[in-house]
């Protein structure tokens, strides 16, 4: 926390997405309540597991909906801060990054942290059938081939499986479209017209796909189907040039625009809770997409216009909060598991409440250990016994300007 506090005062990186933090950090906090009330509706059992909807009165419609949504926005955001550098160098903005550079970077940031929860989940004493081949591609990022109750070992796994397999797809389709002669020798507003019909057919398929298969199936949930969740981040980094070009000037509409495409995303996010929309259907899929679009495009615009961002979204402990929030991810499904297996014997009131708030107390500690002893070495390319190193004073003199840092250095 006191290296956020010390990067607000000192100022961001250049290109640094502020808000960025604070989207994935609220979505993370709010996915929490999803799985709590499940986990809870599911230890009651009777009309609790039967009717989870009514199981808790109107607070069961927005407790079992109020994350769902937001998971996608993760998708949106691995799109624009990972993929961006993709795309800019697809419309000759920047060089191309490494591809070897890249994949590492992209396993250091995902695997460490996702393969030391998968081992706790093996050690804690659950009972999984799972066969040797099913746990070794659980690990590998293969969950989602295996159907529904070969995920029990990570839940919410399958995020991780999307995520992992489009960081390999990405690098390999703007280096085939490299090669295609016509298309790379062409102007850069012909490339950014090709992008844009590859994401519209990319999204199109997927939401086909979608509503044609099962949502949580091994279809549903690949990076073949979930093309309309990365779509908005592309695109954004794709116009991100003129945008920024365009938007200090007209500050005030800019900054109208952005708040206008979150009030959409909220829309959408209300009929998502309060018509209790499922996966899968026409409706749903479109209310998702516009509400990553609306959050992730709107966060930007509103950014880029140069307006100033509320303190309370850019403060120490949303920065943190948004570093730690793939730990968080991971573990409060283990977490709360645990808390279920040691509570009082409480009743259904009580035990939500108390298994909220357990959750998150020992949650988000255990995640903020978990980034500076596990998740950070890794990505500093050091064990996480090594100790970090900390430049002399002569180095931080000679070192660049705060705002010379790399092109979204939140990714």
């Not at 955001?77 to 961006?84: D, F, H, I």
């Not at 091994?218 to 794709?238: E, H, N």
Request: charged residues 15%; aromatic residues 12%; proline residues 6%.
């Amino acid at each position: 926390m006191q290296q956020a506090k010390e990067r607000i005062d000192r100022g961001h990186p250049l290109n640094y997405f502020v808000l960025g933090d604070a989207l994935r950090g609220i979505a993370c906090l709010l996915v929490v309540i999803n799985h709590v009330m499940i986990g809870s509706v599911q230890t009651f059992g009777g009309v609790f597991a039967d009717g989870p909807v009514g199981a808790y009165g109107p607070f069961s419609f927005v407790g079992l909906r109020i994350g769902v949504p937001l998971i996608y926005i993760f998708f949106g955001l691995s799109a624009y801060l990972v993929g961006g550098p993709w795309v800019r160098a697809w419309l000759g903005d920047r060089r191309a990054p490494k591809a070897p550079a890249f994949l590492g970077r992209r396993a250091r940031r995902l695997l460490p942290a996702f393969w030391l929860v998968l081992a706790f989940r093996l050690a804690d004493g659950g009972s999984y059938a799972f066969t040797d081949h099913q746990v070794l591609g659980t690990f590998l990022g293969l969950q989602t081939f295996y159907g529904g109750a070969q995920q029990a070992l990570m839940p919410q796994g399958w995020t991780v499986d999307v995520e992992a397999f489009f960081y390999l797809v990405l690098p390999l389709v703007f280096l085939l479209a490299a090669r295609i002669g016509p298309l790379a020798r062409s102007d850069r507003d012909t490339r950014r017209r090709a992008l844009v019909i590859f994401l519209l057919a990319w999204s199109v398929l997927g939401i086909i796909l979608r509503t044609q298969s099962l949502p949580d199936g091994a279809v549903g949930r690949s990076v073949l189907s979930l093309g309309w969740a990365f779509a908005p981040g592309l695109l954004a980094a794709a116009y991100e040039k003129e945008i920024r070009a365009f938007a200090p000037a007209h500050q005030a509409r800019c900054r109208v625009g952005g708040l206008v495409m979150v009030a959409a995303a909220i829309g959408a996010w209300a009929l998502i809770i309060g018509l209790q929309v499922d996966d899968g259907r026409l409706a749903a899929e479109l209310a998702h997409l516009i509400c990553g679009a609306g959050f992730i495009g709107g966060a930007l615009l509103y950014e880029w216009s140069g307006a100033r961002i509320p303190r309370a979204l850019d403060s120490a402990p949303v920065h943190a909060v948004g570093r730690w929030s793939y730990g968080i991810y991971l573990l409060h499904i283990a977490i709360a598991q645990q808390i279920l297996r040691h509570a009082p014997d409480f009743g259904p009131n009580r035990m939500l409440v108390y298994l909220t708030v357990m959750t998150y107390a020992i949650t988000i500690p255990v995640a903020a250990l978990m980034w500076r002893y596990w998740e950070e070495p890794w990505l500093d390319h050091r064990w996480p016994w090594v100790p970090k190193r900390v430049p002399a004073p002569a180095e931080v003199t000679a070192a660049a300007p705060p705002h010379a840092g790399r092109a979204q250095a939140n990714a």
